[in-house]
């Protein structure tokens, strides 16, 4: 058959084409291939060579296992099979203490020992592991509820179980986009009753789940009934009866922490049909609980929390009796959230969102130029400190209907007695001495709580509650003591007084402090006396710094604290205050207070401070660095050097002119990693993300989920976090690509419980929050992992986090609750590290802990916290004294600003290549580069004092062989070129041979 031939024209279409593109790849894969920070984002995605060290001289003896490593390294991405299995039993330590008995009605824990079980509920099949759901890919490895009680030697009811999984599918639940309001579906996901289908015995006990997931960058619900019709609900409507079922059954107001009519129904079921009823409540937050708590027909309630990949094994041994419970509620469950200070301040569904703003002024976010914002008009009156303030003008009753778990509450299958035996005072701080009985009839644990009550003389806030310290005993055997003493410096109850003093104060008056079971509930000793005590003040104490500030700053945030005031005002949200709580109650934002150019004060609207960011160039007065300067010094030389030793400064003479022009490439391309500048012998390394353990969004490897860092908070135990510190310490230094750096521990005090990352952060209580990320910070660094302590400020709202979300609050809020965490551990954590002479002897040194903080996507007032000066240069470096690196959260939007980050004191963006252009402008300027030099040797000082100098002897170099991407870039770029030119040749052969046809033709 006559096969027609292509003609000249479509041949050369075709061919010419095939070329350009070869051509192309093979221009596209070097370019790639040898641009530092898309070489930075393939290694962090796709994976790094292997590390090689090129030794000083007379180094190749000496000992440079600076962390006792007890695991090997790892040469697979599945990890180090041993490390993984000790992280494993630290996490069921922590779900063991951490689980919370809420209920326990005669004494119906623990169970009968083998007895059968029935678990009813979704969430039995498809539990709630973690906040993130970074799980997803690894829950083969993880113990299911149904496992865990097996394990426990209980017997579950295979029917009820197979029933369960087999809906899971076709039973949708609450299904976040992350920042995309519109596009998230709003569900819970519960079975109908009438649906049930399994057999069961009525001798069992009804062990039925409430689960409630969580999500970063999207919030629960506060209006069931409203969000379920987003275009991302009504598309879950449309495919699921289910779904439509439930969405019409949401009443008024409904909101995502409440039980669901499909939830009662099942709570009933299972109190008529089975012999006992305990409700295991799978939830980070707290949930409204008022019903359950209430009813007598229900047993038992456990809290569990989000247990990690193995704390369904602590819920069977909990009801076992083989653990006794001694977690603490580490937040308050009030009995109706709507009606919480918080609650008409919170924008999920962006309603809170400013109009009439310059939009061509303002750099855009996720949505353009849109603004939200939050009022957190309830200043110092969150969680425990509202209710157990407001209780003492409305009343025992009021508080007994409002409240159906206080902070620090807990149960026990043993009872606990107490007294105080002793209280001093000295060098300023306070200390009570109180002894613990165990007389019930098994063992435990209890938490000691010390509480004080500052006077409050009706002119700054004051809570009538502060929780100042706790311990947790060892465990006590019927009959057994234990005495612990307790501590807390008198400064650290003072009040921030921005309005006149500008400084902290402690007012005259007396300070009642209080040994108490809970926020509310004082204990009482053998004689029903209450353990109290006071300190009595006879006069006004001014402290403009604290005994532990580097310097005096006075107030930092007027531009944010300003906008409140004290009467009612139809364009400013009011302070709350307890002189009249009523009157002064926190109230939705008004149609006022979204139009940003009427919303004014100290003469600038909103509008005119949302503006674009702009940064002179010029500079007469400061010096710029020195540079090309040939010192022979490299970075690992400095491991253990003072912050402030000259030799950084011979170091960093080094940089050269093309180091700095090159600089966006080191500091704005810090997504999971830390990228070396070769001139100073700073090597790459890797950075891991997760409050929960060692994840990243990509090489998932054998690494454990522990429990949410709530649950930690609830053990109320240092040596738990501590312990939990140490063990993801040892995973990171195991791992085939070690990890040098965690974006982890969340140091965010709980405000709202309908927060998305609610248990990625341990407590409502600043105090909670900052000694457990202390204990937690400390024993990870000394095995060279470095947190990056998040989220540094005011991080509540997942919901349009990315749209200029406005945060505003008064300086006294800021500093006593939403920045204590973090003052805390920046001032206090301590950690020792080993490192060497030149000679190669060892030396021990401490340094602080808290080397790496990471910002927030939000604002503060108006100013982005990535670039606010105040916030990161005034107050953590210069009054707290921090040393370390500080770096964005994902900086995807053009609002975060890299020139704007860099000269209010931030070091490192975390962003990747191919999200936006980031540009660091005039990097000749002098005030530019010695913000950059600042910068690198921020980031220097971090890497040296952690794992990336592990077996790194000072003046060696550390270098990474061929990276596995590389080479198949390689073979990529070799077979692109090959082919770009084998098309050429085919090209050029064509044409010659259709030109010799042509002339024979002719011829």
């Known amino acids: 058959m006559y096969k027609r031939r ?53 180094s190749d003896k000496w000992d440079t296992d600076y962390y006792g490593q007890t695991y090997s390294q790892s040469d697979t991405a599945s990890g180090n099979a041993d490390a993984y299995a000790a992280a494993k039993a630290t996490s069921e330590r922590i779900e063991d203490e951490g689980i919370v008995l809420l209920k326990n009605k005669d004494s119906a824990l623990p169970l009968v020992p083998h007895s059968s079980v029935t678990m009813l509920g979704k969430g039995s099949a498809d539990p709630v592991y973690s906040v993130s759901r970074y799980e997803s890919s690894l829950t083969k490895n993880f113990i299911t509820p149904k496992k865990g009680l097996i394990d426990a030697g209980f017997r579950v009811n295979e029917s009820a179980d197979a029933f369960f999984s087999s809906q899971v599918e076709s039973t949708p639940r609450f299904r976040p986009v992350a920042d995309e309001y519109e596009q998230s579906a709003f569900f819970i996901g519960e079975v109908s009753v009438e649906d049930f289908d399994f057999s069961f015995d009525a001798a069992d ?96 309630v456990l809290w569990v929390g989000m247990p990690g990949q193995n704390g369904f094994s602590s819920l069977g041994k909990v009801l076992s009796g083989a653990v006794n419970p001694s977690g603490k ?129 009706g002119g700054i ?45 402690l007012e005259e008056g007396d300070y009642r402090i209080g040994v108490q079971e809970n ?85 600038q609207t909103i509008a005119a401070r949302l503006h674009q960011h702009v940064y002179e160039s010029s500079s007469e007065t400061e010096y710029g660095p020195t540079v090309n300067a040939a010192t022979g010094m490299v970075a690992s030389a400095l491991r253990g050097a003072n912050y402030n030793d000259t030799a950084f400064d011979w170091l ?44 990243s969004r990509a090489l998932y490897e054998n690494v454990c989920l522990y429990p949410c860092q709530t649950v930690l908070a609830a053990t109320f135990n240092l040596d738990l976090a501590e312990e939990m510190g140490h063990s993801i310490g040892e995973e990171a230094l195991s ?9 982890g521990p969340k140091l965010n005090v709980h405000r709202s419980p309908f927060s998305g990352s609610y248990g990625d952060s341990y407590s409502e209580d600043p105090l909670v929050c900052g000694l457990m990320g202390m204990a937690l910070t400390s024993a990870s660094v000394k095995k060279g992992l470095i947190p990056f302590l998040r989220n540094f400020s005011l991080q509540d709202q997942e919901s349009f986090r990315y749209a200029h979300l406005c945060i505003w609050a008064n300086e006294q809020a800021i500093r006593e609750l939403y920045l204590r965490p973090f003052e805390l551990v920046v001032k206090n954590a301590k950690t020792s590290i080993s490192y060497m002479g030149l000679a190669g002897a060892r030396h021990e040194r401490d340094i602080a802990s808290s080397l790496g ?75 530019v580069r010695n913000a950059i030099r600042r910068a690198i040797k921020n980031i220097v000082y971090l890497s040296v004092n952690s794992n990336a100098m592990q077996f790194v002897a000072p003046g060696s170099k550390v270098y990474y062989s061929l990276s596995p991407w590389r080479a198949w870039f390689y073979v990529g770029e070799v077979i692109f070129i090959l082919s770009s030119i084998a098309s050429i040749a085919w090209i050029v052969l064509r044409m010659r041979r259709v030109k010799k046809e042509s002339e024979l033709i002719e011829n």
């Open 6 to 58: 292509m003609s000249n024209g479509a041949f050369l279409g075709v061919w010419c084409s095939l070329a350009a593109v070869f051509a192309t790849l093979a221009i596209t894969m070097e370019v790639l291939g040898n641009s530092q920070s898309y070489r930075t984002f393939f290694d962090t995605y796709l994976g790094r060579g292997d590390p090689y060290v090129v030794g000083a001289e007379g």
């Open 205 to 300: 006990t009804g062990l039925v789940f409430i689960s409630r997931p969580g999500a970063i960058g999207m919030d629960l619900s506060t209006d069931l009934k409203r969000d379920s019709l987003t275009p991302g609900s009504i598309a879950e409507i449309n495919q699921s009866l289910r779904a439509k079922a439930e969405s019409l059954s949401f009443a008024e107001g409904q909101h995502q922490l409440e039980l669901t009519q499909a939830e009662k129904d099942m709570i009933d079921f299972s109190t008529t049909k089975f012999h006992k009823t305990v409700v295991v409540i799978n939830s980070a937050a707290p949930m409204e609980l008022d019903s359950i708590e209430n009813d007598s027909s229900i047993d038992a």
């Open 329 to 457: 509620t580490p937040d308050i469950y009030p009995a109706d959230f709507t009606l919480d200070p918080t609650f008409a301040n919170f924008g999920i569904n962006g309603a809170n969102r400013y109009q009439n703003l310059d939009d061509g002024a303002m750099d855009s976010g996720i949505h353009g130029a849109e603004s939200h914002f939050v009022h957190f008009e309830e200043g110092i009156y969150t969680g425990y400190r509202y209710y157990e303030t407001a209780a003492l003008s409305k009343g025992k009753s009021w508080y007994e209907d409002a409240v159906v778990y206080p902070f620090g509450y807990g149960l026990s299958y043993t009872s606990f007695s107490k007294s105080m035996e002793k209280h001093w005072q000295s060098q300023g701080s306070v200390y009570v001495e109180v002894t613990v009985k165990n007389t019930g009839e098994k063992s435990g644990k209890e938490v000691v709580q010390l509480y004080c009550e500052p006077p409050y003389l």
């Open 461 to 505: 806030e004051k809570s009538a509650r502060t929780l100042v310290a706790w311990d947790k005993t060892s465990l006590l055997a019927p009959g057994e003591s234990e005495s612990v003493i307790l501590s807390f410096r008198l400064e650290d109850v003072a009040s921030y007084d921005y309005r006149s003093a500008k400084s902290w104060v």
């Open 519 to 603: 926020s509310h509930e004082i204990s009482l000793d053998s004689n029903h006396q209450k353990l109290v005590t006071s300190i009595h003040l006879d006069e006004k104490r001014l402290l403009p710094k604290k005994s532990d500030d580097r310097a005096i700053t006075g107030n930092l945030f007027d531009d944010v604290s300003n906008l409140f005031v004290d009467d009612e005002d139809a364009l400013r949200p009011r302070n709350f205050s307890r002189a009249d709580f009523d009157a002064t109650f926190p109230l939705p934002a008004t149609e006022g207070e979204c139009d940003a150019s009427l919303v004014s004060f100290d003469e």
């Open 652 to 695: 960093l003479n080094q940089l050269t002119d093309e180091d700095y022009r090159n600089a966006e490439s080191v500091i704005c391309n810090n997504a999971y990693a830390i990228v070396g500048i070769r001139s100073i012998g700073l090597s790459d390394a890797d950075i891991r993300e997760g409050a929960q353990g060692l994840f």
């Open 735 to 743: 791992l085939r690509y070690r990890a040098v750096g965690w974006y």
């Open 853 to 927: 903080v990471m910002t927030s996507v939000q604002y503060l007032g108006a100013t982005w916290s990535g670039g606010n000066k105040n916030l990161l240069s005034e107050l953590l470096r210069k009054q707290w004294g921090f040393e370390g690196a500080i770096t964005t959260d994902d900086n995807r939007v053009n609002y975060m600003n890299p020139m704007q980050a860099l000269l209010a004191g931030t070091d490192m963006e975390f962003t990747r290549p191919q999200i936006k252009d980031r540009t660091i402008r005039d990097t000749s300027n002098p005030i």
